[in-house]
């Protein structure tokens, strides 16, 4: 495992998922195209106008993802992802073409989606929920709880596609993660690799202007606090003392102008009475735009107190 210690400072060989095409109907120029035809195909996808129609939009998406999953219908599962996506489980991370089996093993059944909140970030839908359902992995139970997860969709070729996904339900106690489950491509890993140092050591040594403009508004984080925002993560930093943080594995990909970097983290942290271990921990930030003008619009960390 190559590890990165930062001292100084929630995919990119991916398998491309197969797209989908919709065959153009072509008119003759003396018939006009059949109305049943011209009524059957699905309309592109849209913005809601609205803070109730993007939670409207965001619950509708999640729930149909998850009935996908449920129904182990795959290839709905994979036309859903984009081709760069990454996914961060209590094992790890995956690629759309490694998480299938990861999907298709958790035996998800009758999930409950609740507490759904969206934010619109510039293209990118950021989603955090809870979900209840009976899931086990490698034959161990995971929380029967609703336990939080976040995704990021945005619209690709008029339809609306995942782009990250994190899911904080796993066994008790939660295992030490796996190395990632594909390579990714170096030197977009590297640059991944580079701007999670700079937040992370921005919060690490307190620089909380910097920190504070790294971060995008209509952030969503989810930890194992729940559901939070980015005044949370403010006073988060302010509040608690973090050891210097360890990078290990990153994988970045980029997803239009999103660049959505994972890595197993160790940085241990202290919050009032509340210890986080300084144990390796599947990790997942999402950047948008780039330079010193990128932002964080979505965290998830999976690491909690023992």
């Not at 984009?82 to 073409?97: H, L, M």
């Not at 619109?120 to 209840?132: F, M, P, Q």
């Not at 106690?173 to 170096?186: I, L, M, S, T, V």
Request: net charge positive.
């Amino acid at each position: 495992m190559n590890t990165t210690r930062i001292c100084t400072s929630f995919f990119l060989a991916s398998l491309i998922a197969p797209a989908l095409f919709c065959a153009p109907l072509l008119a003759q120029a003396t018939a006009p195209a059949s109305p049943a035809a011209a009524t059957s195909a699905t309309p592109a996808a849209t913005w809601p106008t609205d803070e109730a129609g993007l939670n409207a939009l965001a619950t509708k998406l999640v729930n149909g993802w998850f009935q996908q999953i449920a129904d182990k219908d795959m290839k709905g599962v994979m036309a859903a992802m984009q081709p760069n996506f990454q996914v961060v489980t209590f094992q790890g991370v995956f690629d759309p073409a490694t998480s299938m089996a990861h999907v298709s093993n958790l035996g998800t059944k009758a999930p409950a989606v609740s507490k759904v909140i969206a934010t619109r970030v510039g293209d990118a839908l950021v989603v955090t929920c809870l979900v209840k359902a009976d899931q086990e992995m490698d034959g161990k139970k995971l929380s029967s709880d609703a336990m939080p997860r976040l995704g990021v969709w945005q619209i690709v070729d008029g339809a609306w596609k995942i782009a990250a996904w994190a899911s904080l339900s796993s066994p008790s106690p939660r295992p030490a993660p796996k190395a990632p489950a594909f390579a990714g491509d170096a030197a977009m890993n590297t640059q991944g690799a580079a701007m999670l140092t700079k937040l992370l050591m921005a919060q690490h040594k307190k620089e909380l202007p910097a920190f504070d403009a790294m971060l995008a508004t209509g952030l969503q984080i989810v930890n194992f606090k729940g559901q939070l925002g980015r005044d949370d993560m403010i006073n988060g930093a302010k509040r608690a003392t973090t050891e210097m943080p360890v990078l290990a594995d990153t994988r970045a990909t980029k997803c239009g102008d999103l660049l959505v970097v994972t890595c197993n983290l160790t940085m241990g942290q202290k919050v009032a009475f509340t210890t986080i271990p300084a144990d390796p921990a599947p990790f997942l930030a999402v950047f948008q735009g780039s330079g010193d003008a990128a932002k964080v619009i979505a965290i998830a960390n999976t690491n909690k107190p023992k």
